[in-house]
């Protein structure tokens, strides 16, 4: 059972463009949003997170839009770099008896053409 | 960097066999996750711990344990081996309080059944 659901699976984006991803949960128990961006033979490395006590959370070029009544988050990317061609994973956690065990959508790899 | 170190980077064994994959976590994280990263499963939370105590359990198999010591690092152990057992395995590490829930990913170990 997929609990946090990602799309699109592939996004190719030129230059300058606005890179959008979008994930869907279904637990109201989540109560913690990260997004990860994994490299080729790298490790997931965190980008930016947000708590579903605020609707939207700025760092940089990368914002993420909460809607906590429709249970969805998503991420932007402003003015996309070929540099932040990347797989892009979404993520929650319930933070139930003291873990915050990680639940992740499936990806999306982001193509930006120069 | 993230400042999760992970041991070996590769690994190749034959089926059946038993390996032992180690990360040290962040100085002063309390908390280690283990994750498995396939291409048909994605990203799974296997099992974390916390000052050397089991907190959670995701969907670890039988064949697989792990253990955290009391300078925090941990092993993870996969015996049996199975061809499906071929993967990455991440380690990540948090503070592990209720209030700071950030996730830092190590780089991996590749491990190939053969």
């Known amino acids: 059972q997929q609990q946090v659901k990602q799309s699109p699976q592939s996004l190719i984006v030129q230059k300058g463009g606005i890179s959008i991803i979008n994930c869907a949960y279904e637990n109201t128990a989540f109560d913690y949003f990260p997004w990860y961006q994994q490299f080729p033979g790298k490790g997931p490395a965190l980008l930016i997170a947000i708590r579903p006590d605020v609707s939207e959370k700025k760092e940089g070029r990368f914002t993420i839009s909460f809607n906590k009544s429709a249970k969805q988050f998503s991420l932007h990317i402003m003015d996309s770099q070929p540099g932040d061609s990347a797989t892009y994973f979404c993520a929650a956690s319930p933070h139930q008896g003291g873990s915050e065990k990680l639940v992740f959508g499936k990806g999306t790899k982001l193509t930006v053409n120069p | 960097d993230s400042g999760v170190t992970q041991t070996p980077k590769h690994l190749i064994t034959a089926t059946g066999q038993r390996v032992t994959l180690r990360c040290s976590p962040r100085?002063?994280?309390?908390?280690v996750y283990w994750y498995q990263q396939s291409l048909d499963q994605g990203l799974q939370f296997l099992i974390q711990?916390?000052?050397?105590?089991?907190?959670a359990k995701g969907n670890i198999l039988e064949r697989f344990s792990a253990q955290q010591f009391p300078d925090l690092h941990s092993e993870l152990n996969l015996s049996s081996l199975e061809l499906g057992d071929s993967a990455l395995y991440f380690c990540?590490?948090?503070?592990?309080?209720?209030?700071?829930?950030?996730?830092?990913f190590g780089p991996g170990t590749r491990l190939t059944v053969t």
């Open positions: 100085s002063g994280d309390l908390s």
């Open positions: 711990y916390y000052n050397g105590e089991e907190r």
């Open positions: 990540a590490s948090s503070v592990g309080s209720s209030v700071v829930v950030e996730q830092y």
